[in-house]
């Protein structure tokens, strides 16, 4: 083999290597997002307003806390099986009379809302809670409450950033950030997002950050994520139907389309794992059959892709 040809192989194998290991990438704006003002009774929130907060606010303001919460829709944009490597949270935080101040990211361990409250001004007062508001007290107002006053969160610190004057800021990525949203992924109902915990041992330490009904769209938040893609593209379209064969048993074909080429996907009949079929998907398609399945309501499902089918056979 002469020496281009060598070079030539190695280049090619590097290319596939690359290939095989290139991770896809997605940046979301955030779901919702909402301010835990303290207040005892839960009647301070903002879930419609520009900004959110966290530190706390100066000795003219009662030197009380605030705790910002943000979450983000993290499985309508990523593949169930995914396998996230790189995590970014970027916030605007657009107005502070303190200098350099810790903000962490703490992973919300329980669910909350995002009422019609609007806060006036620069918004650091709050507003009247309205129904299904983040409170102090409440997940939801006014129903609703968390198991802790100042919101349910993990002591672990997903992320720290040393936030000083008015900027763009971005936390991660890190091990933590990562574990948390490949949690979010395998597991969409635990995804509360996160709460932003500024300086709360001293007075006047608040930070304002701009939330998703900002005004002005470049400055709201934004997650980047990068994964490297499972067998799942997100798009998967699943048929199943039964065709009978005798007056007992009947088998049940099953189709998968906009699958992703050269993935193994496995199909599973009823939730029985004794049914499962492996198969490997060619030009976004793979099929399965389960013969002898008697009458009656049957639910054919894509492992890897939560994605099923109900059929009837008669």
């Known amino acids: ?37 303290e207040q005892k009774d839960g009647l301070l929130s903002n879930g419609a307003g520009e900004f959110m907060f966290a530190g706390r606010t100066e000795v003219l303001g009662g030197g009380l806390i605030r705790r910002a919460v943000i979450a983000f829709d993290v499985a309508a944009a990523v593949p169930p099986d995914a396998t996230v490597t790189r995590v970014e949270l970027t916030l605007n935080m657009s107005k502070t009379i303190a200098g350099p101040a810790d903000v ?5 361990v329980g669910d909350w809302g995002e009422g019609k409250s609007d806060a006036p001004g620069q918004e650091g007062g709050g507003a009247p809670s309205e129904r299904g508001d983040a409170t102090w007290i409440h997940t939801k107002f006014d129903a609703e409450r968390w198991g802790s006053v100042g919101g349910d969160f993990v002591d672990a610190v997903s992320a720290v950033l040393s936030v000083a004057g008015p900027a763009f800021y971005t936390w991660g990525s890190t091990p933590q950030m990562v574990a948390d949203v490949q949690g979010w992924v395998d597991d969409p109902d635990s995804d509360f997002g996160w709460a932003l915990i500024g300086d709360e041992d001293f007075v006047g330490t608040a930070k304002r950050f701009d939330t998703h009904d900002n005004l002005i769209p470049e400055n709201r938040p934004q997650l980047l994520i990068e994964f490297q893609p499972g067998a799942c593209t997100g798009g998967e379209k699943l048929s199943a139907r039964c065709k009978n064969k005798d007056p007992k048993l009947d088998l049940i074909k099953a189709k998968l389309s906009n699958g992703r080429d050269g993935a193994s996907v496995t199909f599973r009949l009823d ?42 056979c008669e």
């Open 104 to 108: 962490e990211l703490h992973r919300v």
């Open 1 to 37: 083999m002469t020496y281009q040809a060598v070079v030539s192989a190695m280049l090619a194998a590097a290319s596939i290597s690359w290939t095989t290991a290139r991770a896809d990438q997605v940046i979301l704006g955030a779901a919702r997002d909402n301010t835990l003002y």
């Open 271 to 312: 939730g029985d794992p004794n049914t499962d079929v492996v198969r490997s998907v060619r030009r976004g398609k793979a099929k399965a059959k389960f013969k002898g399945v008697a009458d009656g309501d049957h639910v054919v499902a894509l492992l890897e892709c939560r994605v099923s089918k109900a059929t009837t």
